[in-house]
């Protein structure tokens, strides 16, 4: 009985996902914004790679539109070099809406597993979670990136993280790793809790990751394109800017001008948070950690704003955290940190506040705040009851 109410509830979310990303998809193409700028990028990167040109010289659509993935995601996204513009954007979307579709009720059953709770219906943190990054979803679908698909490998690798069967995380997170190498933050709590497996399995499918090229153009062909990549990363925080990553916040509040000064400043204070609560607390809760290193992803690191859709998986267990506890002023703070991390867009805000918001960080350090109140949660743990 308990099985068909999740599946029902499942079914509802999918067809709940079907008519957003349906209503969504008119919209912009009623108006005409349709423009997936982001897969444009790899649409053209991908047919002029495999014309055997260099995917990493020229911008494609923008002018900050460079391809900055590493070579190995050219063959995953083999297939746009065989079919026009338009039918890429069809394949895109249908993988970005199936990622929505799955992602949340599999962080749902991830949060049971963390906080230890017979699987029940609770469907209210399938739209919960949802509404809470729906401004980053239309940023996601309007841009065609591919951060829902990243959060979804991530949420696959998490529900089995704890299993018999390694290969069932390793393979999702190597993938997601080779897509956005800056999820590489999920690895810091591995390595403290000394996840030896996890951590060569991972290794050891990156270095198949970086020959793949080499079946194709061979190893010194290889090499020359990797280190394309890496000085297209290394240019990519000359021509964007980040009002929510730490490096802007670091400038605009502190008078700071240093790139990654802050960010190793506040990753080291969560390093060594993290290194005490093993001493004191154990590994029981590691995927905790997880997701709170994986939410501070996009404030490490300058990318582009829908990013913060992978704090999705945070949102969801500190709403369980916060349920558990019954506390107003908890709420409160959440609620605080929430409204301008959720709903920071000029249809919500006008452009005027809008702008505002993205100038004082708004986006950035609602974000910070949810990751302190989760941190601070975590070191005053309370017994686990069923919710």
Same mark, same amino acid.
């Given at each position: 009985?308990?099985?068909?109410?999740?599946?029902?509830?499942?079914?509802?979310?999918?067809?709940?996902?079907?008519?957003?990303?349906?209503?969504?998809?008119?919209?912009?193409?009623?108006?005409?914004?349709?423009?997936?700028?982001?897969?444009?990028?790899?649409?053209?990167?991908?047919?002029?790679?495999?014309?055997?040109?260099?995917?990493?010289?020229?911008?494609?659509?923008?002018?900050?539109?460079?391809?900055?993935?590493?070579?190995?995601?050219?063959?995953? #996204?083999?297939?746009?070099?065989?079919?026009?513009?338009?039918?890429?954007?069809?394949?895109?979307?249908?993988?970005?809406?199936?990622?929505?579709?799955?992602? #949340?009720?599999?962080?749902?059953?991830? &949060?049971?597993?963390?906080?230890?709770?017979?699987?029940?219906?609770?469907?209210?943190?399938?739209?919960?979670?949802?509404?809470?990054?729906?401004?980053?979803?239309?940023?996601? #679908?309007?841009?065609?990136?591919?951060?829902?698909?990243?959060?979804?490998?991530?949420?696959?690798?998490?529900?089995?993280?704890?299993?018999?069967?390694?290969?069932?995380?390793?393979?999702?997170?190597?993938?997601?790793?080779?897509?956005?190498?800056?999820?590489?933050?999920?690895?810091?709590?591995?390595?403290?809790?000394?996840?030896?497996?996890?951590?060569?399995?991972?290794?050891?499918?990156?270095?198949?990751?970086?020959?793949?090229?080499?079946?194709?153009?061979?190893?010194?062909?290889?090499?020359?394109?990797?280190?394309?990549?890496?000085?297209?990363?290394?240019?990519?925080?000359?021509?964007?800017?980040?009002?929510?990553?730490?490096?802007?916040?670091?400038?605009?509040?502190?008078?700071?001008?240093?790139?990654?000064?802050?960010?190793?400043?506040?990753?080291?204070?969560?390093?060594?948070?993290?290194?005490?609560?093993?001493?004191?607390?154990?590994?029981?809760?590691? $995927?905790?950690?997880?997701?709170?290193?994986? &939410?501070?992803?996009?404030?490490?690191?300058?990318?582009?704003?829908?990013?913060?859709?992978? $704090?999705?998986?945070?949102?969801?267990?500190?709403?369980?955290?916060?349920?558990?506890?019954?506390?107003?002023?908890?709420?409160?703070?959440?609620?605080?940190?929430?409204?301008?991390?959720?709903?920071?867009?000029?249809?919500?805000?006008?452009?005027?506040?809008?702008?505002?918001?993205?100038?004082?960080?708004?986006?950035?350090?609602?974000?910070?705040?949810?990751?302190?109140?989760?941190?601070?949660?975590?070191?005053?743990?309370?017994?686990?009851?069923?919710?």
């Amino acid at each position: 009985m308990e099985g068909r109410i999740l599946k029902r509830s499942t079914s509802i979310f999918v067809v709940f996902a079907i008519l957003f990303v349906g209503l969504f998809v008119t919209i912009e193409l009623i108006n005409q914004k349709l423009y997936t700028s982001d897969l444009l990028v790899y649409y053209g990167a991908v047919n002029d790679f495999f014309s055997g040109n260099n995917p990493y010289i020229n911008s494609y659509g923008l002018e900050t539109g460079y391809f900055k993935y590493p070579p190995t995601t050219l063959y995953l #996204f083999s297939i746009f070099s065989i079919v026009p513009f338009w039918m890429a954007q069809v394949i895109h979307i249908t993988f970005l809406f199936a990622s929505l579709a799955l992602t #949340f009720p599999i962080l749902r059953e991830v &949060a049971f597993k963390i906080f230890n709770v017979p699987s029940k219906k609770m469907t209210w943190l399938l739209y919960a979670g949802t509404i809470s990054i729906v401004v980053h979803l239309g940023r996601e #679908f309007h841009m065609g990136n591919v951060n829902l698909l990243l959060l979804l490998l991530f949420s696959v690798g998490l529900y089995y993280f704890k299993g018999a069967a390694l290969w069932k995380t390793v393979v999702p997170w190597s993938l997601m790793l080779i897509l956005k190498p800056i999820m590489i933050l999920i690895i810091v709590p591995l390595i403290v809790f000394q996840q030896w497996r996890h951590i060569f399995s991972l290794g050891a499918m990156g270095v198949g990751f970086f020959l793949i090229p080499t079946m194709h153009i061979g190893f010194s062909a290889t090499l020359d394109l990797w280190m394309d990549w890496f000085h297209s990363i290394s240019d990519h925080g000359n021509y964007i800017v980040s009002y929510n990553s730490l490096k802007y916040m670091s400038e605009f509040y502190l008078g700071w001008n240093s790139s990654w000064g802050l960010s190793m400043v506040v990753l080291s204070i969560l390093i060594c948070l993290l290194i005490l609560f093993k001493f004191n607390r154990g590994a029981n809760n590691l $995927s905790e950690w997880i997701i709170v290193f994986l &939410a501070f992803v996009p404030n490490f690191f300058v990318t582009d704003t829908e990013h913060f859709l992978i $704090s999705a998986p945070l949102i969801i267990v500190l709403m369980m955290q916060l349920v558990q506890r019954t506390s107003y002023a908890l709420w409160l703070l959440f609620v605080v940190a929430i409204l301008p991390f959720s709903f920071n867009s000029i249809d919500f805000l006008g452009r005027e506040l809008s702008t505002k918001v993205d100038v004082y960080a708004g986006t950035g350090l609602g974000n910070l705040t949810l990751i302190c109140l989760y941190v601070g949660l975590l070191f005053s743990p309370i017994k686990r009851e069923e919710i």
